[in-house]
């Protein structure tokens, strides 16, 4: 492909994050040629790739930790685990508080950085920045704190059970994302179905390929999530789509490894958007611009509030 | 903007599909201080295409790893380390790729890009930096890119 076209191409990709960019001659550029969008479309993901590749490299001042594309590690145990049921429980705030579960694997991701690991069964879980996970030798329940993803091999003869905070979730062979922190739980189902039963309950809400629920205050509500946005930290970014707030802010302090937070009514509001890795200072501001709302500091924690008073 | 989303995807029914992403994406923001709405409109549009591109190629990727980790592992134990070892080389092999063409790019559009890329430096600054305009900065990175792009293109 001609080199002038993909100079060209890159010309238009840098000058898009001007406010002055010509938007209407972008528009005419891709239209005069279909070559055009397929050597910007090699610059775009050249870009994402470099921007992937180098230490933090957009936010300045931002500490030159491993991306958070880097590569899994891939930390595997030799325990055999017997019992036909895994189950998780997933523990919203016991930092440093150890289970009293018996011999467990613990596999931790640290601040920006994600991890996958093999578990037993045909059980592959990727963990968000600053999530845990552990496994006990046994096959006893298994506890996560933050995020992670799990790619469970079909087995008819076991199924997986996941105690998040009280909540159980129950599959056989499927891809799904649990995110849980302040007190909201949000399962996204990827492939397969999976059973939700809240704290208290008995009955179990079926969640399907393709949708989200969002459980809290012990309501569960089902709406179409976009596959390809599940768990979009693994590929490097945070896409939301219609998110509480809280679990957004939860995100943001398990990647950057200091504390957000998000009080009151705002912390139910929906947010759709997309958050760029980066440090906590650049990560907030992007927030508030998209959502109105005002960053307070103390020193320690961000606190995000709505001082429009609703 | 149908008009940009149909000429950046190439495929009509694909941007009307965008577009309505993108609608409904707009409608649920609540309200903030954004400075300019068209040029926010078409980066948010732009960073939508640019997802869905890269899920595309991803998933290829990832159902390939998805198939070959299953040869690796029974009940928890990894039986062949190799695959994934060699996967990781490859990896970092393409970084290095990616660093020294870095490294080779020509002085001018090297230093722009560096200034940038590497230690974050806003256009305006690089500009300031290297006593050129924003508009020869922004050249410069371009022509970085295309250097690059056709650097690791093999």
Known sequence: MNEDIHEAAARWHVAQQHDDMKWCGFTCWLEADPRHRLAY???????ARIDAALPGPAVRGGTSEMPMRGFPRWAVGSGIAAAATIALALGIGFQGEQPEAPAAREFASAARTTRTVQL??????????????SEPEAGGPMRLRGSAFFNIRHDPAR????????????DVGTRFAVNSANGVLS??????TVALQLPGQTSETLVAAGQEAIAQAGRVTLRPARVANIASWRSGRFVYDQTPLALVAADIARYTGQPVSVSGPAAQRPFSGVLA??????????LTQLTGLHAESDGQTVRLVDRTGG | MLRFLVARTGNPVEAEDLLQELWLRTR?????????GRAYLYRAAQNLVLDRIREARRR?????????????????????????ALDAMIAREDNAALHAAIARLPEGAGRAFRLHKLEGLPHAEVAARLGISRSGVEKHIAVAMAHLRRALEN
């Open chain 1, 41 to 47: 479309d090699e610059i775009a993901l050249l870009d």
């Open chain 1, 120 to 133: 037993a069964h045909g059980v592959t879980a990727s963990l968000g920045a600053g999530s845990r996970l």
């Open chain 1, 159 to 170: 199924s997986v059970v996941v105690e998040v905070d009280g909540y159980r979730i129950r």
């Open chain 1, 187 to 192: 399962l996204s189902v990827e492939e397969g």
């Open chain 1, 277 to 286: 890795p980066g440090d906590r200072q650049a990560m907030v501001s992007t």
């Open chain 2, 28 to 36: 649920e923001a609540p309200p903030g201080p954004i400075a300019n």
């Open chain 2, 60 to 84: 290829e990727a990832r159902d390939k790893d998805w198939s070959d980790s299953q040869a690796e592992t029974i009940a928890g134990d990894r039986v062949d380390p190799q695959p994934r």
